[in-house]
């Protein structure tokens, strides 16, 4: 008895996979190279829409991602960037390949399971930003250079036999680095305000050759 419902069980998994399998084999082909049904990227359906089609909706719908202004106020003064300025949009082209992906994995098995579950209950791919950092560095720096001063590295001035040690002089500035790091982070978030105010300090810039550096140097070329 045990026998024949392990038998019976068996028979009708594998009857379940063979429906569900020609049912995906199915949509497949119905879909081919089209997003599969119940695919949404965020709040966006891209349910049966070709890679092209997608990266169009997409563009369109999150262009908001690259409408809006960063304010930077350091002791300088004050200055603006635009979202554009740096890049900032919805990366359409990856959102697209990942729903496009969905149900199309390697294994069989795998893109069986997937296309079953997405076709029952849906599939959300997360909203992806993109950001041009280069773009966003330069624009930075465009904003503090006018506070910049420069810091004096230490030098050796031979005459003879007799040498002038010029010393060195920290400067001050903004640092980059720690606005764009925190930059990066919130504008990457889709959920990013159309507007972002950051402040910046001074901070001590220490020059590449010390006086200690020159006076090193000056006795290596007097013990010559």
């Known amino acids: 008895m045990a026998v024949r419902f392990a038998i019976g069980f068996v028979l009708g998994l594998l009857g379940t996979l063979f429906i569900a399998g020609a049912v ?56 603006t960037i635009t979202y554009q300025e740096v890049g900032r949009g919805p990366d359409s082209s990856q959102m697209a390949d990942a729903a496009l992906a969905l149900g199309r994995a390697d294994n069989p098995l795998a893109s069986i399971v997937a296309t079953v579950r997405t076709f029952a209950v849906g599939s959300s791919i997360p909203v992806i930003v993109k950001l041009d950092s280069v773009a966003l560095a ?68 220490e020059p590449k050759v010390t006086d200690v550096d020159a006076q090193a140097a000056a006795a290596s070329v007097a013990s010559m």
């Open 24 to 79: 995906v084999f199915g949509l497949w082909r119905a879909y081919d190279a089209k997003i599969m049904p119940g695919v949404r990227v965020g709040t966006v359906v891209v349910s049966g829409l070709t890679r092209e089609e997608a990266i169009a909706k997409l563009s369109s719908e999150y262009a908001s991602f690259g409408q809006g202004d960063l304010i930077a106020t350091t002791p300088g003064g004050k200055g």
């Open 138 to 205: 330069s624009n930075i720096r465009r904003l503090t250079r006018t506070s910049l001063t420069p810091p004096q590295d230490a030098s050796v001035a031979i005459t003879g036999a007799e040498h002038t040690i010029r010393p060195a002089a920290t400067g001050r500035g903004i640092d980059e680095a720690v606005i764009a790091s925190e930059l990066i982070d919130r504008l990457s978030s889709a959920d990013a305000p159309a507007e972002i105010r950051i402040d910046g300090e001074f901070v001590t810039l």
